[in-house]
């Protein structure tokens, strides 16, 4: 089930097609995963050593993960300031934030240069709220960025809020002011290409079958087996495949629907080129206007896969069409029978902080890996290819030493119990939701499934 956005990057390209690996290869460094964080990791290196041999080894397409599904809201990690402070201190947690502001530069900056229509935006995000018990929330990181003199949250009236959306559904909110949308799958397809222009060897419709954690590590596949100085993990959902990994995260799938372009309709309601807006929800709703006039929104809390089942839940989204109609009603009753041009669904990889982690595998320190971006990995994926390609390089640097490498979490139960305790969890969200729509307060046995909720990227 390809995204609309990865059908229309597909269909625009003109690229080169690349073969699966057929035979042994050696090189210094291989990644597995060819979405924006293996992508990005494969340029950095070859920017900073250009002599460096670079594999990356992707079991479907570029782009066939998450980085080819996701809704594109580029959002810069101030939210994820205090957490951030807390584990480290105030100067290297603005350091790490200002490095996510520059990721939306780079990643205008490497379109300009090479073409790529990521159709980056002027339009920020708004954080908003659909029922009073769910507003404010965004209040103690803003008073906190407000200190560091951060104005990266401004507050809208209720009147505000409706000029800029167009809905009446939103009762409080405040706006990212350095957020932007792009387009998803043409920023995948595009670093594909440049990856390929710096002379990254890519081996598409090749999995990793087995990974050989000896001194040098090797991906073993169908057509061959690499061997690598180094091996970097960019898998995303899917690295719940690799036990060392499978504690510290776990998925739940989002599901997410698109127009066909109704710019009339947009032009009647006003909201042609409006700002994106979620609400509060835990299972968080988001709705943007696209470059060509489509509407495109998500609703998370879909699939909650078994193990690291994943690629059963990708068959079709948990939604159907009508469900998802009912969403974007909510917001925009004039919408509810829009033509639309497809729906999908994608994993969402969640670690119980909301924060990705990067780090050497306990097993093989020569084995590295980044996931867990908790619903938010546009931006953060740049950042971590930073830190990746310093582990790759042995350096000792900035990155390195940040506090989003950190030791692993065992915050997640092994399968059936992961898998049984979030069907609890998920049902305790839903109902918790519910009532605070309600205004009404829920009993203790949900407050009890509610502590084991992995916290979001929300500003909280
Ligand atoms: C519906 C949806 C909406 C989202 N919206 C947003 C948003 O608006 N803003 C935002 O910041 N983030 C959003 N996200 C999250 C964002 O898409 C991800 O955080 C980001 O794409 C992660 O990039 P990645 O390269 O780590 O993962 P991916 O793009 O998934 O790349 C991992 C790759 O690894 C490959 N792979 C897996 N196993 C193997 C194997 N054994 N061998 C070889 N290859 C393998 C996969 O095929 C995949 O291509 C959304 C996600 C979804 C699903």
Same mark, same amino acid.
Do not use: F
């Given at each position: 089930m390809k995204s609309v956005w990865l059908d229309q990057a597909l269909k625009a390209e003109s690229g080169t097609t690349v073969t699966p690996l057929d035979g042994d290869l050696k090189v210094d460094v291989a990644i597995v995963g060819g979405g924006y964080t293996g992508l990005w990791t494969a340029i950095e290196l070859k920017n900073r050593k250009p002599e460096l041999d670079v594999a990356i080894i992707e079991?479907?397409?570029?782009?066939?993960?998450g980085s080819g599904a996701?809704?594109?809201?580029?959002?810069? =990690?101030?939210?994820a300031m205090p957490w951030l402070e807390n584990l480290s201190s105030t100067d290297e947690a603005m350091r790490i934030c200002r490095a996510s502001v520059e990721a939306i530069d780079d990643i205008r900056n490497i379109s300009a240069e090479h073409g790529?229509?990521?159709?980056?935006?002027?339009h920020n995000t708004i954080w908003g709220a659909t029922c009073d018990r769910q507003s404010g929330h965004w209040e103690k990181v803003m008073e906190l960025l407000e200190a560091h003199q951060i104005h990266a949250l401004k507050p809208l009236s209720r009147d505000e809020l409706r000029e800029a959306t167009?809905?009446?559904?939103?009762?409080a909110g405040v706006v990212d002011t350095g957020s932007v949308t792009l387009h998803p799958g043409n920023l995948v397809r595009g670093l594909r290409r440049v990856a390929l222009a710096r002379g990254v060897r890519l081996f598409e419709k090749?999995? =990793?079958t087995r990974l050989g954690r000896t001194s040098p590590p090797t991906v073993t596949t169908d057509g061959g087996t690499v061997t690598a100085g180094k091996v970097i993990l960019? =898998?995303?959902?899917?690295?719940?495949?690799?036990p060392e990994l499978r504690s510290n995260a776990m998925v739940m799938f989002t599901d997410a629907a698109m127009t066909e372009p109704i710019p009339e309709l947009l032009d009647e309601l006003g909201i042609r080129n409006a700002p994106a807006f979620t609400d509060s929800r835990v299972f968080i709703e988001a709705c943007r206007t696209t470059a060509d006039d489509r509407i495109l929104w998500t609703k998370s809390g879909g699939w909650l896969p078994?193990?690291?089942?994943l690629d059963a839940c990708f068959?079709?989204?948990?939604?159907?069409e009508e469900q998802m109609r009912d969403v974007l009603a909510a917001y925009?009753?004039?919408?509810?029978?829009a033509p639309l041009a497809g729906s999908w669904c994608g994993p969402i990889d969640r670690t119980m902080s909301g924060m990705p982690t990067f780090g050497r595998l306990p097993t093989c320190r020569d084995i590295l890996f980044g996931y867990g971006?908790?619903?938010?990995?546009?931006v953060p994926s740049r950042v971590g290819s930073h830190i990746l390609a310093s582990l790759a390089m042995d350096m000792e640097d900035e990155w390195t030493r940040c506090p989003l490498v950190r030791p692993l979490d065992r915050a997640f139960p092994p399968e059936p119990f992961r898998w049984i305790g979030g069907q609890f969890v998920k049902a305790a969200i839903a109902h918790k939701d519910r009532y605070d729509h309600e205004g009404r307060d829920v009993g203790p046995l949900t407050n009890f499934w509610l502590k084991f909720k992995p916290k979001s990227y929300k500003p909280t």
């Open positions: 079991r479907d397409i570029c782009g066939a993960g996701n809704a594109g809201h580029a959002i810069p =990690m101030w939210l790529i229509d990521s159709q980056v935006s002027t167009g809905t009446e559904a939103l009762v090749t999995a =990793m960019a =898998m995303y959902g899917w690295s719940l495949s690799i078994y193990g690291d089942k068959k079709r989204p948990h939604r159907t925009h009753p004039r919408l509810r029978d971006y908790s619903g938010a990995g546009v």
